[in-house]
């Protein structure tokens, strides 16, 4: 037996299509060792019907000059003469090795690689927003604390600045605890403390 899934074809230019429903998709089934018998349409809505034009020998024909398919790109189609008529169409596309690799290389894609890089993306994005959002979050509570300081000195009367007075460091540097210097082990050092080196003295951090 042999058949050929036929995506669309044309006789003389004309579309062939199922007798029943007009669907361009269907089979053409030839049994037999007979050249001559005519092959059977089967479409997928399950209508069959006899095609005297198309015999068995006509089927081998097809098959035998179809262009096949080597890359996902090409397209398996065919064209004969029967009677004086031409036949030509397109059929079904076979899976090829190049389809396989095409489709592995898509999933690795979509699965792996596109969400590693929208992670990475992400990450970038919120490297970039955090020291802003931070920024602004530290400014509002900045501008609290002055406004606490103003309405307290209102309350208490007034004061005078204290010439020695160091603000608490916003973001406290991580090295020296916000306090701008190191202290050092007065056995092995003369001097006990140190500039830190990551805030520079300021106790803060950007």
């Keep these: 037996m042999l058949t050929l899934r036929i995506q669309q074809m ?20 030839g049994t037999g060792f007979i050249d001559a018998l005519p092959v059977r349409g089967n479409c997928w809505q399950s209508h069959s019907w006899e095609e005297p034009l198309i015999t068995l020998g006509a089927l081998k024909e097809i098959n035998a ?45 979509k699965r792996i690689i596109k969400p590693a890089v929208r992670r990475r993306k992400n990450a970038a994005k919120r490297a970039i927003t955090r020291p802003i959002k931070r920024g602004a979050r530290n400014a509002v509570a900045a501008t609290k604390a002055a ?3 103003a309405a307290w ?20 540097c991580p090295a020296c605890r916000g306090k701008g210097r190191i202290a050092l082990d007065s ?3 003369d001097t006990t403390s140190v500039r830190c080196s990551v805030c520079h003295g300021t106790g803060d951090i950007d």
């Design 10 to 29: 044309t006789v003389d230019e004309h579309p062939y299509l199922c007798p029943e429903c007009a669907s361009e998709a269907f089979t053409l089934d």
């Design 65 to 109: 000059v179809r262009t096949g398919r080597a890359k996902a790109t090409d397209i398996d189609s065919f064209e004969i003469v029967i009677g004086g008529a031409v036949l030509a169409g397109i059929l079904h596309p076979e899976i090829t090795a190049d389809d396989l690799k095409r489709a592995v290389r898509d999933v690795y894609w």
């Design 147 to 149: 406004a606490l300081e």
């Design 153 to 172: 000195t209102a309350q208490a009367g007034g004061y005078e600045d204290d010439p020695d007075y160091t603000p608490e460091p916003i973001n406290p």
């Design 187 to 189: 056995h092995l050092h």
